[in-house]
C-alpha cells in the first residue's frame, strides 16, 4: 500500500525557517520523482518544488531561492527547506509520487502557519 506521510511544519514568524518532510512506503521510492504542493487558506492548489529525471530539481517563482528540496533515498524522504518564509506561504503542504499521467498519490498533507 502507497503511503506518504508529512512531518514537520508549524507556527513561525516571518522571515524564519521550517523544515517538512515526507517519509514514503509500499512501493520502489528510488523509482519515482516526487514533488512537494501547496495549498493557501480559500485558494486552489500551488505547485511548489520537485524533482526532474536524472534528479535536477525545479522550483515555482514564488519559492526560488528560498526553498530547497531535498530526497534521502537511502531513507525513502524527500524534504522541503524553507527559508525567509513569507505570510503568503502558508498553506497545507502536501507530498505526491509523480507519474507521467499525473500525481498518483498524495500525503495527507502538514499546516505551515507564517505569522507574527
Known amino acids: 500500500q502507497v503511503q506518504l506521510v508529512e512531518s514537520g511544519g508549524g507556527l513561525m514568524q516571518p522571515g524564519g525557517s521550517l523544515r517538512v518532510s515526507c517519509a514514503a512506503s509500499g512501493f520502489t521510492f528510488t523509482t519515482y520523482s516526487m514533488t512537494w504542493v501547496r495549498q493557501a487558506p480559500g485558494k486552489g492548489l500551488e505547485w511548489v518544488s520537485g524533482f526532474a529525471a536524472g534528479g535536477r530539481t525545479y522550483y515555482s517563482e514564488s519559492v526560488k531561492g528560498r526553498f530547497t528540496i531535498s530526497r534521502d533515498n537511502a531513507k525513502n524522504t524527500i524534504s522541503l527547506q524553507m527559508d525567509r518564509l513569507k505570510p503568503e506561504d502558508t498553506a497545507l503542504y502536501y507530498c505526491?509520487?509523480?507519474?507521467?499521467?499525473?500525481?498518483?498519490?498524495w500525503g495527507q498533507g502538514i499546516l505551515v502557519t507564517v505569522s507574527s
Open positions: 505526491a509520487r509523480v507519474k507521467e499521467s499525473g500525481l498518483d498519490a
